[in-house]
């Protein structure tokens, strides 16, 4: 959320969905964004203890998404 919410927007959109004992979170920041130049929140996200996570941008923002096992 920290990510997302940085870009400057207005409004952060967050998804939830599980399958097979995990769960995706997913954050949208819904403004364009500049290339990343602070990977630091997903070695935090690794430190938590996510099973995967990355980071994407796209035309409609920045995605975070994390995965976590149940």
Do not use: K, N, Y
């Not at 990510?3 to 097979?20: E, N, T």
């Amino acid at each position: 959320m920290r990510m997302a919410a940085a870009d400057g927007g207005r409004q952060v959109s967050v998804q939830l969905a599980d399958q097979g004992q995990q769960a995706l979170i997913v954050a949208l920041s819904h403004r364009p964004v500049r290339p990343v130049v602070d990977g630091g929140a997903l070695l935090e996200l690794a430190g938590l203890g996510a099973a995967s996570c990355g980071m994407d941008t796209a035309e409609d923002g920045r995605r975070v998404w994390a995965v976590l096992d149940l």
